[in-house]
């Protein structure tokens, strides 16, 4: 859902899902999680179009939530839909 901060930046959050399978000391291991994304500004407009369920590959980082808590989450820098 698209909306904006009372400065006027656009902002999308969404949540991510991976699941994969990696090897770990020799065995394969299935890998699974969810995370909370955001996307700022010009990169807002074309993740609010991303069709829902899509696989796409991510680029940004991890910060705190808020200044005090525990919790992550991941500010999406750019994306594109892996075929």
């Known amino acids: 859902m698209l909306r904006y901060t009372p400065a006027g ?18 065995i394969a291991r299935a890998t699974g999680f969810e ?8 990169i807002s407009g074309r993740f609010s179009q991303a069709e829902l369920g899509g696989v796409y590959q991510f680029t940004g980082f991890l ?10 989450v991941f500010h999406i820098i750019d994306f594109s839909a892996v075929s």
């Open 35 to 42: 995370i909370t994304a955001l996307a700022a500004g010009e």
């Open 9 to 26: 930046m656009p902002l999308v959050t969404a949540v991510l899902q991976h699941s994969s399978q990696q090897m770990e000391a020799g």
């Open 63 to 72: 910060a705190r939530k808020s200044r005090n808590s525990k919790s992550l």
